[in-house]
């Protein structure tokens, strides 16, 4: 990345706890590119501390809750997150898309210089992911999976309904959890489509060779970072 197009370009850091690396996007405005890069976390101020157009930080932590807008009420929002969490956090951050408010605690620590070149704007990925599929038209009800870093998150709906979000280590035994959630949610292994998009196309291909004996219908969502991981302030 050129110095001099530091100024025309947006950064986007996709966070990840407990994970040694960071992902890092990069939009050139000046040249409608885009570039990605993968980083030891520890290297994270190297970048945060250009100046650039703007600086978006994606949160993948647990530490999240998804609620109805019109059962949200702000002045509870440490009590929202005390249901999942005894996380202790004062930096609770909210974003609302599609009705729905997402809760999460920002604890990654940047360190910015001060006056703050970039004050960054702060992003829970369950917001993008679902905002981009509810967009989706869909007459059945799909799943689909986001596999990157340590973290795998599965979404399932069908046109512009949310019916189940959630996210885990990919070391856990996913192939056994779709299976529970398709017999939870009465859905078909032969007929109802898994959509898998992925970081590393790598990822989505080992995980499609190791449902596929499973489920029938499975495609790859070949679509870039940049395609997926879209900042809407």
Same mark, same amino acid.
């Given at each position: 990345?050129? /110095? #001099?197009?530091? +100024? *025309?370009?947006?950064? &986007? =850091?996709?966070? $990840? !706890? ?6 890092? @996007? %990069? ?46 009420? /702000? #002045?509870?929002? +440490? *009590?929202?997150?005390? &249901? =999942?969490?005894? $996380? !202790? ?6 974003? @609302? %898309? ?60 069908? !046109? ?7 996210? %885990? ?65």
């Amino acid at each position: 990345m050129l /110095k #001099k197009s530091e +100024k *025309k370009t947006d950064l &986007i =850091i996709l966070n $990840y !706890n407990n994970y040694n690396h960071s992902y890092l @996007l %990069f939009y050139d405005n000046s040249q409608n590119e885009y570039s990605f890069k993968k980083i030891l976390k520890n290297k994270l101020k190297n970048f945060t501390n250009k100046k650039w157009k703007s600086l978006s930080i994606v949160h993948t932590s647990n530490n999240f809750i998804l609620i109805p807008e019109e059962l949200y009420i /702000k #002045k509870n929002k +440490k *009590k929202y997150l005390n &249901i =999942i969490t005894d $996380y !202790n956090d004062d930096k609770i951050e909210n974003n @609302l %898309f599609n009705n729905i408010v997402c809760l999460f605690t920002n604890n990654l620590k940047l360190n910015l210089k001060k006056p703050i070149i970039n004050k960054p704007y702060q992003v829970h990925l369950a917001s993008i992911l679902i905002k981009k599929y509810l967009l989706e038209k869909n007459k059945k009800i799909q799943t689909n999976v986001f596999i990157g870093g340590n973290k795998i998150m599965v979404l399932i709906h069908k !046109n512009s309904e949310l019916y189940y979000y959630n996210q %885990f280590d990919n070391k856990n035994n996913y192939l056994k959890y779709l299976i529970i959630l398709y017999k939870e949610f009465d859905l078909n292994q032969h007929k109802n489509l898994i959509i898998i998009s992925s970081i590393d196309n790598k990822d989505a291909q080992k995980m499609k060779e190791k449902l596929k004996n499973h489920f029938n219908k499975i495609l790859i969502n070949k679509e870039t970072l940049d395609k997926i991981i879209k900042i809407e302030k």
